[in-house]
């Protein structure tokens, strides 16, 4: 196998598990741009067959050298970065979990999968992209791994296939900086992982890095229960050249610590709107999966929730809090529905609108600012039309 069938292959796996790369990577493709990735990532456990040692020789033989080792030390795991055999080729970035690092209740999950793994399951290239070598587990064992490694309970259930390819974007002529890229990615309706910021890295470190949230479809685990799973990302990387002129060709650990999170189970978007809508800094536009149901930031302050399925009793409605910005328990009752919805113990039955309502108010505490909005709920409002300035015509003293 050459590395372009090994690199064809793989892709072919990777976006029929993330069908929001194939979409990124058209959109991109119909501006104009020409797609080369700067590189891929993989998981692995390194127990049974399958351990880093046992995949690398694969890297190896396409012409691919060990360029340095990275440790995770707050995630348990253990990388190498590899160079290709042409620089048209992307870089390869291979992970194993440290195992025994793990509770023993974990490590035993986790021998019950890599023990049903065939003796020479890694023989040949195609191990990288042979997803899950082992039955499903169960979803409390996926629940177990997942309280101790998000890593793990992914690889559980995901197996053995690219966890992300990533868009070079010093190849890109039009979306030549992060920002421009992430802002395209948006407008396609994805979302990004805010975690450690939408841009991680700097060019001071030589490295830009940003990445989508993975994409999610629904498993069955072992006794027919069926879950919505995080797949696989996207992601995008901006390398600079170091003093020598030279372009930076590894990774940073602290970024990619952070790019690790975007198979995170829950969306942080969503777990993370309304402290980052309250700072000033959440996405103004952004919208994905949440269990039973889909989300969409419409405006600053303003998330739209929306059902599968609607309920037979249930009503659409419209919650808003923070009207004044001094009353805080509705606004903290809304962070308790939503860390609800998110997690899957509350199941929308009916489409709902979440509006905070005085934003710079509730950011400094105060009842309000220029306007007490909520006199502007008033019956009897002034008869004349609407003025270019109807927050004036509107004005009430505060009660
Ligand atoms: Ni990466």
Redesign the pocket.
Known sequence: MDIQQFFSALWDDYVAMTPQAQQIQDAFVADGETIVND?V?FRTFDRGPITLSALEPHLLALGYTRFAPYDFAEKKLRAFGYLPPSPDMPRV?LSELKCHELSERAQSIIDGLVSQISPDAATQPSVLWSGRLWDAPTFEQYQRLMEESEYAAWLSIIGLRAN?F?ISVNALTRHDTLDKVLTRVEALGLGINPAGGRIKGSPEVLLEQASTLADRQTFTFAGGEQHEIATCYY?FARRYPDADGKLYQGFVAAS?DK?FESTGALHPVIADWLDLTLEGHASARGMGRIPGGRYEIVAPGVLEICPDTQGPAARPCVLSAGIHGNETAPIELLGELIAGLESGHLIAGAPLLLILGNLPAIRTGERFHATNLNRLFRRRLPARPMTVQPMMSRHAPAS
């Open positions: 590189h990532a970035f992300h990533t992601e990619a790019i």
